[in-house]
Each structure stands twice: as C-alpha cells, then as structure tokens.
C-alpha cells in the first residue's frame, strides 16, 4: 500500500475537503433534488407546481402521525415516510407559502384533541389495538380548513392528487362554472330496469367536490352564459338552436369536452324503448373536421379481453378492449398516470 494514501496529511487534506464540500452543498445546492424512482414518485407535477404558483394567501399543512405508537409497524411507517416526502416537496415548491407542521397525536395529549377537532380518524392497528393517525389538516387565512382523515396506503397513486386538491380547495380560487348535458341518469334515482334506487355517478360527485356543476338535458334550448366548461355525454336529439348555441361556444373558444357513443350500454331508457342506443354530433363534427361513425365499434383481437360467455367457459371478446402503456399517452396528464383502461364497445374518431 503507498504510505502517501494513509499519511496524516494526506487523510487531514481529505477531511478538510470533505467538510468543505458539505458546506457548498448546503450554501448553493441545498434546494436541488434528484428523484430517481422509476415513476418520479417525489417529485411533482405541473398540475400541483401551477396550483402552488397560484397561492395568495399562506396555507398551514398539519400532518399528523403517531410516530411513537406505530412501533415496528414498518410498512405504515415506510407510508408515512413517503407521504412526509412529497409534504416536503410542496412545501419547498411553495416558497413560504405553505406552512408544514409535524404533529405526532400521542393518547391524552393537546395533540390529540386537535386531531378530533380537526376530524382526522385514527385507525386501530396491531395486536395490542394501538389507535395511529396518519392524516393532514389544512388552514388557510381565512380560518376555513380541509381534512384528509388518513392516508390509506392502498390510495398510493391518488396520493399527490388529493394534496393537491386540499390545497386547491383552500387557495380560495375562482368557481369554475361547468355545464354538464346529457340525458344519462348520473344523479342517480330509481333504475327503470331493477326498481332499485341507483346512486349518483361517482364521476358527478367528484366533479360537484371541486365545480359549480349546471346540469341541462336535451330539451334546453340554449346555454348558460358564464360557462367555463361545457361537457356533452351521449347526446342526442339535440335541437337546432342548442346544436348553434354548441358551435358558437367553441367557435368562441370555449372549453369543450364531447362523449359520444356507437352502442351505450347505460342508455337503458333507449333499450327498453328498443330505439338506438348510439350518439353522435355528426353535423357539427363534419363542420369541425372529426369523423365519427356511429355504427360500428372498435374490435382488436389483441388487445380484446378474456371474459366468461353464456356456457360459462371463457373467451376472448374482441369488442371488450384493454387499452395498455403502450397505447396509452405518456406525455398527456390525463392518462400519464394509468397502467390500463377497460372498455366495451369503444367508438372511433378520425380526421
């Protein structure tokens, strides 16, 4: 071994080296962070980036978590560790507009009872039945506040979006107003088909969480005059002057967002009337340079899916498709984030 390597001087010249690049990693690089996860689970979108940008006012972030009870459970701690991180990425992202708080709730504390004011619920784990908060509550200036009772580790994908959509609820944004038409029953109501009362469509529920939603149906005539978004979901019949009123919306700018179908299986008034259970928007399409044919559906004998037929054996449908990542848009905020999607009967657009 060469003496010069473990002389004292030489081992005195690493050491001031090593103490002298700490220093400038925390002087000049101590905001910078290199997310190598394979689905850049720590670093955030641009969704959540634009919504910090937009805060005015400071908003306060109180985790809590029960450091000490959760003892040797290490999958929830790994959780928490993960959540305490993207809390962290925000926190940075928002430049002293958000205020990260650390709580651990432990039994018969002040903490404790400021987690029940604040609604977070403790779930019992373990064999002895320990009571374990892992959940935020926010506040902003105006003394309103927003809960997430706990983070369910199963919700792991949902994990960004519902921070992001506690802080958008409490930067005191402006009502997007969303007109919603279709003659669907998405709010739910008694089935003309079991008698049982159905309950609303998840997709309306979370829509009202976060929008001002106007429902209208085929009968309207025209349009609300303060719509920020128009969504059409399998629309027909619909009359000339709403037809109009559609165009000239989009003609103006207007955000748009059209479902159309060639065979919907939830149009059960159709069904049951034996009329078609098909939509289109043919005219307005042709005038926009979309074709849309509403008398066939997509088949892909590759990406078809297996499902059990009438004898009880199994099959592959090629009309019931599962769309993967290799057809999926990386690049699209929309469908980024999904590993597939399933569908029956899917119809297809052209230029």
């Avoid at 090593?18 to 962070?33: D, M, Y």
């Avoid at 699209?332 to 999904?338: F, G």
């Amino acid at each position: 071994m060469n003496n010069k390597l473990t002389s004292p001087l030489f081992l005195l010249v690493l050491a001031v080296l090593f103490f002298a690049l700490v220093v400038l990693n925390n002087q000049f690089l101590g905001s910078v962070r290199l997310d190598l996860t394979e689905n850049k689970v720590f670093s955030l979108s641009d969704g959540s980036k634009q919504i910090i940008s937009e805060l005015d006012e400071p908003v306060n972030l109180y985790f809590f978590f029960s450091d000490k009870a959760s003892k040797g459970m290490t999958g929830l701690r790994n959780y928490a560790t993960r959540v305490e991180s993207l809390l962290e990425e925000f926190n940075k992202a928002a430049k002293g507009k958000i205020k990260l708080h650390y709580v651990d709730p432990e039994p018969f504390s002040e903490a404790e009872d400021q987690a029940s004011q604040f609604g977070l619920t403790a779930a019992t784990i373990g064999a002895a039945g320990e009571a374990v908060y892992l959940g935020l509550a926010a506040t902003n200036a105006f003394d309103d506040q927003k809960t997430i009772a706990f983070f369910d580790p199963q919700q792991e994908s949902f994990l960004e979006y519902e921070i992001s959509k506690l802080i958008y609820q409490l930067s005191d944004p402006q009502p997007v107003k969303v007109t919603l038409l279709t003659d669907l029953a998405m709010t739910g109501g008694q089935n003309p088909m079991t008698g049982r009362f159905d309950p609303a469509w998840t997709f309306l529920t979370q829509l009202e969480q976060l929008y001002e939603v106007e429902k209208l149906d085929s009968k309207a005539q025209t349009l609300p005059a303060d719509s920020d978004v128009l969504i059409l979901v399998h629309p027909k019949n619909l009359s000339d002057s709403l037809l109009f009123e559609i165009d000239q919306y989009a003609m103006r700018g207007g955000k748009l967002l059209v479902f159309v179908d060639p065979h919907n299986e939830s149009d059960q008034m159709a069904m049951m009337a034996g009329g078609a259970n098909s939509s289109n928007l043919s005219r307005l399409f042709d005038a926009w340079g979309v074709s849309f044919n509403d008398a066939e559906v997509l088949l892909d004998a590759m990406a078809g899916l297996d499902i059990r037929v009438a004898n009880g054996d199994v099959a592959r449908h090629f009309g019931f498709v599962g769309l993967g990542p290799e057809q999926l848009d990386r690049d699209d905020v929309t469908t980024a984030s999904l590993e597939v999607i399933n569908g029956a009967s899917f119809g297809v657009f052209e230029q």
